[in-house]
Nanobody
Framework: QVQLVESGGGLVQAGGSLRLSCVAS????????MGWFRQAPGKEREFVAV????????RYADSVKGRFTISRDNTWTTVYLQMNSLKPEDTAVYYC?????????????WGQGTQVTVSS
């Protein structure tokens, strides 16, 4: 059974940092692109960051470039999202996602989400 389990969310003041983790299990994810989406209240889910399969290229939403960094461990089972200089508008539920291939278009798997709240 494939599972993606996120952790690391919480409440932080504006300007602070958080690191999200997503542990993948149930199969090998080395050939999967893995990354993060987020959904704020009343808004659609939006792309945040992706790392291509086999530790390839990374891409970020314009809104988080220069502040967020995505990384994966060398066992390809965990993906991280280091979030610095957080802003209130970063408040959302953050979802881990995985898709076989190089992009996260229509992910094959989703995590359950972790709440990030940034206070002003």
């Amino acid at each position: 059974q494939v599972q993606l389990v996120e952790s690391g969310g919480g409440l932080v003041q504006a300007g602070g940092s958080l690191r999200l983790s997503c542990v993948a299990s149930g199969r090998s994810f080395s050939s999967y692109a893995m990354g993060w989406f987020r959904q704020a209240p009343g808004k659609e889910r939006e792309f945040v960051a992706v790392m291509e399969r086999f530790g390839g290229s990374t891409r970020y939403a314009d809104s988080v470039k220069g502040r967020f960094t995505i990384s994966r461990d060398n066992t390809w089972t965990t993906v991280y999202l280091q979030m610095n200089s957080l802003k209130p508008e970063d408040t959302a539920v953050y979802y881990c996602a995985a898709r076989q291939g190089s992009t996260l278009h229509r992910p094959d798997y989703w995590g359950q989400g972790t709440q990030v709240t940034v206070s002003s």
